[in-house]
Nanobody, 116 residues
Framework: QVHAVESGGGLVQPGGSLRLSCTVSGNIRWFGGVGWYRQTPGKQREMVATLWNGRSASYADSVVGRFTISKDSAKNTGYLQMNSLKPEDTGTYYC??????????WGQGTQVTVSS
């Protein structure tokens, strides 16, 4: 099964930046867009940002003005630029890729830790 593949996480100080990337593990027929989600221990996975084909970008209130989602459909890749990071942004970030109206399987996620 083709699934999403996340990368780019790491340890960063408050106020720093990271750029996450999301691609796919194999061939797909059509890249329908990407969504980024975040999960912390004991909490449900929450939407951070989405950018589906034909729709405007959507962001969680907590990241508006700091995070920017983008995609390169020719490369089947999505990105999440995260600036002015805060400790509360810490978590495992997952991406969701859409192929036509179907979602690919989740990836393993990439850990983001914001700490001094």
């Amino acid at each position: 099964q083709v699934h999403a593949v996340e990368s780019g996480g790491g340890l960063v100080q408050p106020g720093g930046s990271l750029r996450l990337s999301c691609t796919v593990s194999g061939n797909i027929r059509w890249f329908g867009g990407v969504g980024w989600y975040r999960q912390t221990p004991g909490k449900q996975r929450e939407m951070v940002a989405t950018l589906w084909n034909g729709r405007s970008a959507s962001y969680a209130d907590s990241v508006v003005g700091r995070f920017t989602i983008s995609k390169d459909s020719a490369k089947n890749t999505g990105y999440l630029q995260m600036n002015s990071l805060k400790p509360e942004d810490t978590g495992t970030y997952y991406c969701r890729v859409k192929e036509y109206s179907n979602y690919l399987d989740w990836g393993q996620g990439t850990q983001v830790t914001v700490s001094s």
